[in-house]
């Protein structure tokens, strides 16, 4: 099948002449929408033109295959080797060739070829990875170990790269960074001698990676579970999606089988791809409206029971030996006898009755809950009872990531945007069209975060439309811009050298995003986006780093910051930090003690939500050190300097209730240092280094920059890096603390693969006090067994618990560890440990899932290392892509 047909066999593509007429650099024209007829004919003609030598040089493994599918017995035929297909390839397209005569007639025959060889019968495998074989059953390709435990599909792509060959760039070219799949240039260096050769297949071959990359090897979910235009999509089809999603490790395949199963439902369902897209990130709304799943284990278990009628003491035994709650509703659906065949779930009715169980709270709302499962469970089939189960539980854990979604929804709109429009698009163009497309959603993205608003301008509008229709808008917070940490004032100076920057205190307080505004008048977005479900009547609203709405925890925030509003100020967007404080006050002995900070341990005591103003103990002050927005403009695009001054130009310090961060522009790091001292002797963590001017300089919302730095006094003093781990575990004590956990085990998160990697084993930091309270948050999170999605390696707590509890904690540096699994196949075979943890403060600002990840802590070793040897220099840069 020629290259065109493959493409364009699902899109209703159809291939351009196949007179010989020459193209442009060789591109053959994708029509969409042509009549069928017309595609019959030129897949006709399109086989006939791909045997022309001039056209395209077939290998002997290629033509065994071709004579045997005209015979019509194509799979009798022995397949050739892949490092032999490999072999015969590169000779052909130009590779390396020790003889000379052979290397001259190479370049005679390249100079006629007008595309890379695409190879109907070769895997995705094969073509990306060039002599790697298929996996056989039960090997690593698996996500689970054969002893059950989830491996990270980080740790896997790792582990196979060391054993394979340079992916060959006239086919397929390893993805570029947008797409998430790391290139091994030291390797491609060492096989590739001709320079010169390389960049030139290179770029004949990038206008093809993408598409060939995605679409070359078809599947048949979309095929598997059909269903009419105008219907209700069948859960049954994304739960197959699922299945494909989770039996495969390779990023190209999994956003392929997304990207396919997007199309269809844009081009059945339209109404119901809103809904799909939810559920394949496992949320019911935007993060800010607060409405989740994560519904207990021991719910869950009695809802299997009552519902497949089975012993709950069976179902718990069930569940030791797998470790799967969702499988374990598979088995017991399996053998749950049924008088009639009930009618097949819907997207539409499971995202319902998803959304009923999530809202539903007060009297007997447990038993409700219940009833609402068994609903689900009664009239599911085959896997999905393990998705419906898994996703009440609030992880998918299919290795589906938020931000593969999000490149599979620029493609889909892109590919049924170009077919609904019947356009004319040769592979680059189309290349180019996906490229410009994904980074417009993921912009759009990171502005607006709510798919409610996103996801219908796409349709209605397509990516332009979308880009000018969804821009920042009061009332829905962004994804905070964060900074890299750095161990040496030289780093910094290093970093910035010959630019301009500034130093800002580090504020221990939790970081704030203050929305200001008046519901229905944001500039240039829709009446919908203005005013949000949630959106408070009083104009103002206080999100935290995680998109939780604290204008409850905070009323007193609520009332302070408008006295701080000059009065041509209609509406704004402010980055800050709330920090506890103390006002002036006499002591005992009647002398002044002048206002100043309180450590975040005293801003911690006070209670999520429901906080009434005569319960305040602690009182608050903001602390604003950006401008995202005013009056109706986004400002995200300026840089630093310019924010900064109109942020000073509207807005007032007001004594106890507002101010300004304390910044420095510093040029010497004798002047960081002195800054840095006296940040901390008025209570700081330490500094924030920021570029000030320039493009360098505007905000990157949802990613951890390199332009912006942060020193903190641990980081200086030798102490090491501070993480946010997750409390997964827990160890009884013994002696002085008997009857309470004596340490504690912790994790990072991994979300590509939705794992719990553990990282150490905590006991140093605690009070009395401290161990006390610590048994009473644990101990109704305790577990009957370790999670299927817990990979710990050798480590073994006494008790697990639930993923709910997130410390920061301080360590001296990190090893190499044959017990622990965090950022296992990374760095090394081995998982990566802190030595000397220390426990600093509990992090209630943050959700397990913001945890510190395996690439951070991979991150980390590597800057120690080279920290270590040479001063170091910085980490590349990472966000939410």
């Given at each position: ?155 896997r792509r790792v582990e196979e790269d060391n054993g394979k060959a340079p992916a060959r760039k006239e086919a397929v070219e390893e993805e570029d960074e947008n797409s998430f799949v790391e290139q091994d240039d030291e390797q491609e260096e060492a096989e590739d001698e001709d320079e010169d050769e390389e960049k030139a297949e290179a770029e004949e071959g990038h206008a093809h990676k993408k598409i060939a990359a995605i679409f070359l090897k078809p599947t048949e979910t979309v ?502 781990l997750v409390v997964i575990g827990g160890y009884y004590g013994k002696g002085k603390r008997t009857n309470v956990y004596g340490a504690f085990l912790l994790a990072c998160y991994d979300a590509d693969s939705e794992t719990y990697q553990a990282v150490c084993k905590i006991g140093t930091g605690f009070s009395e006090a401290d161990l006390d309270a610590h048994w009473n948050t644990f101990k109704p999170l305790e577990l009957s067994s370790k999670k299927g999605y817990y990979d ?90």
């Amino acid at each position: 099948m020629a290259r065109d047909q493959q493409i364009g066999g699902f899109f209703g593509a159809k291939p351009g002449p196949s007179d010989g007429t020459k193209k442009d650099k060789g591109q053959s024209k994708l029509t969409f929408g042509a009549p069928k007829a017309d595609n019959a004919a030129s897949a006709r003609n399109g086989n006939d033109e791909s045997k022309k030598p001039q056209d395209r040089v077939m290998t002997s493994g290629e033509n065994e295959r071709e004579e045997a599918r005209r015979a019509g017995q194509k799979e009798a035929v022995p397949q050739a080797s892949s490092s032999k297909l490999a072999e015969e390839t590169r000779n052909t397209l130009g590779g390396e060739v020790d003889d000379a005569d052979q290397g001259e007639e190479r370049k005679k025959r390249k100079s006629r070829l007008k595309r890379p060889v695409i190879i109907e019968s070769e895997s995705e495998e094969e073509l990306v990875n060039d002599e790697a074989t298929p996996a056989p059953s039960g090997s690593s390709a698996s996500k689970t170990s054969p002893n059950g435990k989830a491996q990270s599909s980080k740790k896997r792509r790792v582990e196979e790269d060391n054993g394979k060959a340079p992916a060959r760039k006239e086919a397929v070219e390893e993805e570029d960074e947008n797409s998430f799949v790391e290139q091994d240039d030291e390797q491609e260096e060492a096989e590739d001698e001709d320079e010169d050769e390389e960049k030139a297949e290179a770029e004949e071959g990038h206008a093809h990676k993408k598409i060939a990359a995605i679409f070359l090897k078809p599947t048949e979910t979309v095929d598997k579970i059909k269903w009419k235009a105008g219907e209700a999509v069948p859960y049954g089809a994304l739960a197959a999606a699922f299945a494909e999603i989770e039996a495969t490790t390779k990023r190209l395949v999994i956003l392929e089988i997304l990207t396919k199963l997007f199309v269809t439902v844009i081009e059945r369902s339209p109404d119901n791809f809103l809904r799909v897209i939810y559920l394949c990130i496992n949320r019911l709304c935007p993060d800010y409206e607060g409405l989740e799943l994560g519904i207990g284990e021991g719910l869950l278990l009695k809802a299997i029971a009552q519902g497949t009628g089975r012993d709950m003491k069976v179902i718990k035994k069930d569940l030791e030996a797998k470790g799967d709650l969702g499988l374990v509703a598979i088995g017991s659906r399996a053998k749950q006898p049924t008088m009639f065949k009930p009618a097949p779930l819907t997207v539409p009715a499971v995202f319902k009755q998803l959304k009923e169980i999530a809202d539903m709270s007060g009297n007997k709302s447990q038993d409700r809950k219940i009833g609402g499962i068994k609903k689900l469970l009664a009239a599911s089939q085959n896997d999905e009872p393990k998705y419906i189960i898994r996703s009440l539980e609030g992880k998918l854990r299919i290795g589906l990531a938020e931000r593969t979604v999000l490149v599979a929804l620029a493609q889909s709109i892109v590919l049924t945007g170009a077919k609904k429009q019947k356009k004319r698009l040769d592979t680059e163009e189309m290349t180019n069209e996906i490229a410009r497309g994904t980074e417009v959603v993921k912009a759009v993205y990171s502005e607006l975060p709510n798919y409610d608003l996103v996801v219908p301008a796409l349709l209605e509008s397509g990516i332009d439309g979308c880009r000018a229709a969804c821009k920042l808008t009061p009332g829905i917070p962004l994804k905070p811009m964060l900074a890299k940490p750095t161990k040496a004032i030289t780093e910094v100076l290093d970093r910035f050298e010959g630019k301009a920057f500034t130093c800002e205190y580090k504020y221990d307080g939790e970081r704030a995003q203050v929305h200001f505004f008046v519901p229905g008048e944001a500039k240039g977005s829709t009446s919908k986006a203005t005013t949000p479900s949630t959106a408070p009547k009083t104009k103002l609203a206080v999100f935290s780093r995680n998109s939780e709405n604290m204008s409850l925890k905070y009323p007193d925030l609520v009332e302070q910051v408008p006295r701080c509003i000059k009065p041509d100020v209609k509406s704004f967007v402010l980055d800050a930090e709330v920090t506890a404080w103390k006002k002036e006050e006499k002591d005992d002995k009647g002398e002044i003690q002048p206002a100043r900070l309180l450590p975040f341990q005293e801003l911690s005591r006070r209670k999520r939500k429901d906080v009434k103003a005569e319960d305040i103990v602690v009182k608050v002050k903001l602390f604003a050190f950006d401008l995202l927005y005013l009056n109706g403009e986004p400002l995200l695009h300026l840089d630093l300097e310019a924010r900064r001054k109109l942020l000073r130009e509207h807005f007032q310090p007001v004594p106890n209730d507002f101010d300004f961060a304390t910044s420095q522009d510093c040029t010497t790091v004798e002047e960081i240092q002195t800054f840095l001292d006296i940040s901390v002797k008025e209570g700081c963590e330490g500094l924030m280094v920021k570029m000030l001017a320039g493009e360098d300089a505007t905000y990157e919302p949802s990613r951890r920059s390199m332009n912006w730095l942060k020193l903190k006094k641990d980081y200086l003093s030798g102490t090491g890096d501070s993480l946010d781990l997750v409390v997964i575990g827990g160890y009884y004590g013994k002696g002085k603390r008997t009857n309470v956990y004596g340490a504690f085990l912790l994790a990072c998160y991994d979300a590509d693969s939705e794992t719990y990697q553990a990282v150490c084993k905590i006991g140093t930091g605690f009070s009395e006090a401290d161990l006390d309270a610590h048994w009473n948050t644990f101990k109704p999170l305790e577990l009957s067994s370790k999670k299927g999605y817990y990979d710990v390696g050798e480590a073994k707590p006494d008790v697990f618990y639930e993923p709910k509890v997130v410390w920061e904690v301080l360590t001296a540096d990190l090893s190499l560890s044959p017990v622990y699994t965090a950022a296992k196949g990374l760095v090394d075979s081995r998982g990566i440990s802190l030595r000397f943890p220390r426990f600093i403060r509990i992090r209630d600002d943050k959700d397990p899932d913001d945890s510190t990840s395996p690439e951070q802590i991979a991150s980390m070793y590597r800057a120690q290392a080279t920290t270590n040897k040479s001063g170091g220099k910085g980490e590349a840069e990472d966000d939410f892509w």
